[in-house]
């Protein structure tokens, strides 16, 4: 479903589990969430039929693959200048979901799938049902989905991909450092090898600079490009290649499709065999590792590369009470007068909790299948990728608005025409009150599927959504508290509302 929408040029930009680029650390992989004309997720509103979706990480961003898929009658979007009708996240518009809510019988979908390479394995089970009863005035709706990717595995320890993968060639991006020449600064390059590091370790610096070990751990010279070993300054900078790089050389040393890793490489001798010098370490079944060269056994890897990775658990919540009140209360010489008005008070709140690795022991106390290792750093921040971070948070939010459509010409010479418009005050205990409002018109010409219409429109984004699009990477006390004596990090108190103004303006002809 998000695949076929976010299809739409108003969606492109939108982050699906095809598309997105977001860092393992982001915990934002696998979420499908929309952005309209390119302004973010945080500034676009999903909603299920017409109501605020609890979010599906710490962002609040919400996940629409979690929706009821079988149950979706259609998606109505309204681009920008909804604030003032739906409130605050809609600065780039609202996506809303709207479900058969009078469904009868069954529907159900079953698919599974698989890659050319074995892997990637997909199971998905739909099932949706629905029945009415009091002469059709009670209706009962439900729907579940089982959905089960297993994924694609790491690459191998230098380029190679995981199950024969052979499209990685090791793009890179390397700065000719030259401003002046007419030609481009950077220049995008395939098999380039740094001159910092290879695979199992690189002399950089000293009169053994360029020697390399190869896996059996024996010395050779370093072939850094196509001219061989290229002389190098005074200070043992490189000469004759991109500042880093070099471009043609020996490829040996490539690491980048593999795992660059924290490793138990503090070794010694006991009783004449090679072990982890800590003995708590060993009792947690630390092996030894020789970073210079050498196979790593599979007990070495099965330590530095556990099956349980870092984890980030999180607990969300929405509470929401809200009032609706619609209707035509008068008819007017061109029509009904049309109004709505409402409030709502909303609380939003979450709680996350990291692996002790990554978050540090005095946030997650050690134990079970992530003992006390001495060789780890009690503070945190042990993985290569994915140090998740213990936080909380909760904000909460009144509304109220007004709505009004205003028909005020109807004329077989002059044609139909209305004024609508819209007003929401908002109070955020995160950054006070804020305005929203809306103005606009809509003019029928006499001559048939001609219309004129335009609008303004005053947006807002409270000042946490600008906040909670970032990770939690050190410790928060609570992401959406402005009090410097309460907040951690995030607590700038100077912040103040996103304010977006957007005029528009159109003519439609239909033939």
């Excluded at 969300?316 to 109004?339: E, F, K, M, R």
Aim: with cysteine; hydrophobic share 35%; glycine share 14%.
């Amino acid at each position: 479903m998000f695949t076929t929408i976010a299809q739409l040029p108003s969606l492109q930009g939108s982050s699906g589990t095809q598309v997105n680029t977001f860092s393992t650390a982001s915990g934002q992989q696998g979420l499908s969430s929309f952005s309209l004309r390119g302004l973010g997720t945080i500034r676009t509103l999903p909603l299920l039929d017409g109501q605020r979706v609890v979010g599906a990480n710490v962002t609040g961003v919400p996940d629409v693959s979690l929706f009821p898929q079988l149950l979706v009658k259609r998606v109505d979007i309204v681009n920008a200048g909804a604030s003032a009708s739906y409130g605050s996240d809609a600065v780039g518009g609202v996506v809303n979901f709207i479900t058969d809510t009078h469904f009868k019988g069954i529907r159900r979908n079953i698919q599974g799938g698989i890659t050319t390479y074995g892997d990637d394995a997909t199971r998905l089970v739909q099932l949706a049902a629905g029945t009415s009863a009091l002469g059709d005035r009670l209706h009962l709706v439900g729907s579940a989905e089982y959905d089960k990717e297993e994924g694609i595995g790491g690459g191998e320890f230098g380029t190679k991909l995981a199950n024969g993968r052979t499209w990685f060639t090791q793009r890179t991006l390397v700065n000719r450092g030259v401003l002046n020449d007419g030609s481009p600064q950077y220049l995008v390059r395939d098999w380039a090898q740094s001159t910092t590091f290879t695979k199992y370790g690189l002399i950089t610096a000293g009169p053994l600079q360029g020697i390399v070990f190869d896996q059996s751990g024996q010395p050779f010279q370093f072939r850094y490009g196509s001219n061989g070993v290229p002389a190098k300054n005074a200070a043992g900078t490189i000469l004759g290649c991109f500042p880093g790089f070099c471009e043609g050389g020996d490829l040996s040393g490539n690491v980048d499709a593999g795992r660059s890793l924290k490793s138990a490489i503090d070794a010694t001798t006991l009783n004449g065999a090679i072990v982890c010098r800590d003995a708590l370490a060993r009792a947690n079944g630390c092996q030894p590792l020789n970073i210079i060269g050498g196979t790593p056994s599979a007990a070495a890897l099965s330590y530095i590369m556990p099956e349980k990775g870092p984890y980030q658990r999180t607990r969300q919540t929405q509470d929401v009470a809200s009032i609706n009140i619609s209707g035509s209360p008068v008819d007017l010489w061109a029509g009904p007068l049309s109004i709505a008005f409402g409030g709502e008070f909303r609380h939003e709140y979450y709680k996350v909790r990291a692996d002790p690795y990554g978050a540090g022991y005095d946030a997650t106390a050690p134990g079970g299948d992530y003992p006390n290792d001495p060789v780890l750093l009690s503070t945190g921040n042990n993985w290569y990728a994915g140090n998740y971070k213990n936080g909380r948070g909760a904000y909460s939010v009144k509304e109220a608005f007004f709505e009004a459509n205003l028909p005020f010409l109807n004329s077989e010479k002059l044609g139909h025409a209305n004024l609508n418009g819209a007003v929401r005050v908002t109070d955020y205990t995160t950054s006070g009150t804020v305005w929203a409002w809306k103005i606009g018109g809509t003019w029928e010409l006499p001559i048939e599927g001609l219309r004129i219409r335009g609008a303004f429109y005053l947006d807002v984004g409270a000042t946490f959504d600008v906040v909670k699009g970032v990770t939690l990477y050190g410790k928060i006390d609570n992401l959406f508290d402005r009090d410097p004596a309460r907040s951690t990090i995030f607590n700038n108190p100077a912040l103040y509302d996103q304010i977006v103004r957007v005029y528009r303006a159109g003519v439609r002809f239909k033939f």
